[in-house]
């Protein structure tokens, strides 16, 4: 009998010390089963065309309030901003905010549209078929393609109510009867005294009658002064050569391209000596 209760003991007593019967069930973890759905993942191809309207957007929005990249075609502003016959020519940031505060200052480099008497030479860069047409206007949206229009880079000289004019003694050009300081010209037109100047029976390339800027507009320059159709070369319009305000796209603020020419483009004061 005691043997049997022992034995009785040993068998029955583990297994109901906590009453959940078997020990190694107990000491068995059990899967934990969760009752949450499955987070849904949307599909890569789903979002690219969002993703895309998206960045379509902002640079719609960038190009047309923020700032702008164009291509300088030609070498009126050498040795400045590169456009010569058969080289790559330089593409500039033009920033578009700061004359939303504020004019355009001497010395200021300005990428502006062409008024009437600047677009003789100009031809569209359109294409003739209605569907690439309409292709070159969207990507025009975009600044994939440039506008169509004839969009000009010089740099500031003489603002509203300023009178320029030149030249003095040697050659330079005054604003309000006060010669200007100007080391970003490297190319102009020979001027000696007393040979090839302004009184001469020849006169200099450089000579120009006075004119007086009249308010809202600015008197523009190329920097290759021996190569530019600027203000000087349309003193006979109705503006007298000058661009109204209203023109004006942008101040070039940098060089992004080509790489070996990339920096930011200096405005110097001409009219700070």
Not at 10 to 23: H, I, R
Not at 67 to 86: D, K, N, Y
Not at 233 to 252: K, M, W, Y
Request: charged share 20%; net charge negative; glycine share 10%.
């Amino acid at each position: 009998m005691a043997d049997s209760s022992k034995e009785q003991a040993l068998s029955s007593g583990p297994e109901n010390q906590d009453g959940t019967g078997n020990p190694e069930e107990q000491n068995t973890p059990r899967p934990q089963t969760s009752h949450r759905s499955p987070k849904k993942q949307r599909s890569f191809f789903r979002e690219l065309p969002i993703l895309i309207g998206v960045a379509l957007v902002l640079s719609i929005v960038l190009q047309a309030f923020v700032f702008r990249v164009f291509l300088i075609p030609s070498e009126s502003m050498e040795p400045t901003l590169h456009g010569c016959a058969g080289c790559t020519g330089d593409r500039i940031v033009v920033e578009k905010i700061g004359y939303r505060f504020g004019d355009p200052q001497p010395g200021d480099v300005v990428v502006f549209k062409g008024p009437d008497s600047w677009n003789t030479h100009y031809t569209s860069t359109r294409s003739d078929n209605v569907v690439m047409r309409g292709i070159q206007e969207v990507g025009s949206w975009v600044g994939l393609v440039p506008p169509d229009e004839n969009d000009l880079v010089k740099r500031v000289i003489a603002t509203g109510g300023q009178t320029v004019e030149c030249c003095d003694e040697q050659g330079r050009v005054l604003v309000d009867g006060k010669p200007l300081d100007e080391p970003y010209v490297k190319m102009d037109y020979p001027f000696t005294p007393g040979v090839q100047d302004c009184q001469t029976a020849v006169q200099s390339g450089r000579c120009f009658a006075p004119v007086t800027v009249p308010e809202g507009h600015v008197w523009v320059m190329g920097d290759n002064r021996s190569n530019s159709a600027d203000s000087r070369a349309h003193v006979q319009d109705e503006l007298q050569g000058t661009i109204p305000l209203d023109n004006i796209i942008g101040q070039a603020r940098f060089i992004v391209l080509p790489p070996s020419r990339m920096g930011s483009i200096s405005s110097p004061d001409p009219q700070s000596n």
